[in-house]
């Protein structure tokens, strides 16, 4: 009688950097694709959700705002529908593994291959062709933003992902993680899995006051962005005032016309996808800009008034103990998560 091997679950690691309330492109992006997964995945798949701290702080962030900021992610996280009870939700500060493998994969990282990435160089604003030992980028350049992308690998590896949801922009990192997997693996054995890239069905969002730009927390216009709290008076005003163009009624073609083909992409990924952009612009077509960007902010804000609400709620439950707890119980999931990993790494290393 023949039998079928069984295959080993799943595991699923993301992460997200505490800057507050993320915004609408964080969860367009990124954050609704994590409550899809852990709603239709198999009840064996690991889900591990982390608010990457550590990362926060290549640009030295003032203390007591990062603590606050890192409250509100998790608050918003749970706002989203995630379960702490369903998926592993922690800071990256508080499982140290992550660092204790980072500092094991620098030892095999490739300083030309990190040289090569767009992290560092876009941080420290400084056009694709720079090298980190041309006298600017030297001037700049910390060690800890450089060594950024090894960090990032740890994330994925200590937890053995298999499978990582990421958006364009991440790629890049991910094939770096793949490959820091494959160096540690040809010198002590096969301990890491190499992490499958899940691209997320949602393009980027784009700013509201430049349409060519990502929506973004960076921008200095905060008016540039919604995020997921924000009152229904607020999101009226920055729909009112996004940019769009002088010409008459409403149609979608992202080249010519940006501003109007993101509000229209916004509303088509907010409703998942069921009807094209294309049958939006038709429907809003007679409309004039006025009565679109309010129809535009209608929609935006009803499908986020059950995110604000849960926000509230949780943000305040027990006097900010319950979010204490939630921390609390994925820092110890994850840590556990991470000590199976490094039991294997040390062995195989002889540490």
């Not at 009807?275 to 612009?281: I, P, Q």
Request: hydrophobic share 40%; with cysteine; proline share 5%.
């Amino acid at each position: 009688m023949s039998t079928t091997a069984k295959s080993k679950p799943e595991v699923i690691f993301s992460g997200i950097q505490p800057t507050g309330v993320p915004h609408l492109g964080n969860y367009l992006g990124a954050l609704r694709q994590w409550t899809t997964l852990q709603n239709q995945t198999p009840t064996d798949t690991k889900l591990m959700y982390s608010i990457v701290d550590l990362h926060a702080i290549t640009v030295q962030p003032d203390p007591k705002r990062l603590r606050r900021w890192k409250r509100e992610t998790l608050a918003t996280m749970l706002a989203i529908g995630l379960d702490p009870t369903r998926s592993t939700i922690f800071y990256q500060s508080a499982v140290p593994a992550h660092t204790e493998l980072m500092w094991i994969l620098c030892c095999s990282a490739s300083v030309g291959y990190l040289a090569r990435m767009t992290q560092w160089k876009s941080k420290l604003l400084l056009p694709d062709g720079a090298s980190f030992l041309d006298t600017g980028g030297k001037a700049k350049l910390k060690l800890g933003l450089f060594a950024y992308p090894v960090l990032q690998a740890a994330d994925v590896l200590i937890h053995r992902a298999t499978k990582v949801p990421v958006g364009d922009d991440q790629i890049q990192h991910l094939e770096f993680a793949r490959k820091c997997a494959t160096n540690f693996n040809n010198a002590y054995g096969n301990i890491l899995p190499e992490p499958r890239t899940f691209i997320s069905p949602a393009k980027r969002i784009m700013s509201l006051k430049e349409p060519l730009l990502k929506m973004s927390k960076s921008h200095e216009d905060p008016r540039s962005r919604i995020l997921l709290t924000d009152r229904h008076e607020d999101i009226y005003s920055k729909i009112r005032l996004a940019l769009t163009d002088s010409l008459s009624g409403v149609s979608y073609d992202p080249s010519s016309r940006p501003g109007v083909s993101n509000l229209i992409e916004i509303v088509h990924h907010l409703e998942g996808g069921a009807t094209t952009c294309e049958e939006l612009a038709d429907e809003y077509s007679s409309l004039s800009m006025r009565q679109f960007k309010d129809m535009i902010a209608d929609r935006v804000s009803s499908s986020l008034s059950h995110i604000r609400k849960n926000y509230e709620r949780i943000l305040k439950a027990d006097d900010g103990r319950y979010l204490d707890a939630v921390a609390a119980q994925g820092a110890l999931k994850a840590s556990a998560s991470a000590e199976e990993t490094m039991v294997l790494v040390r062995e195989a290393m002889g540490l």
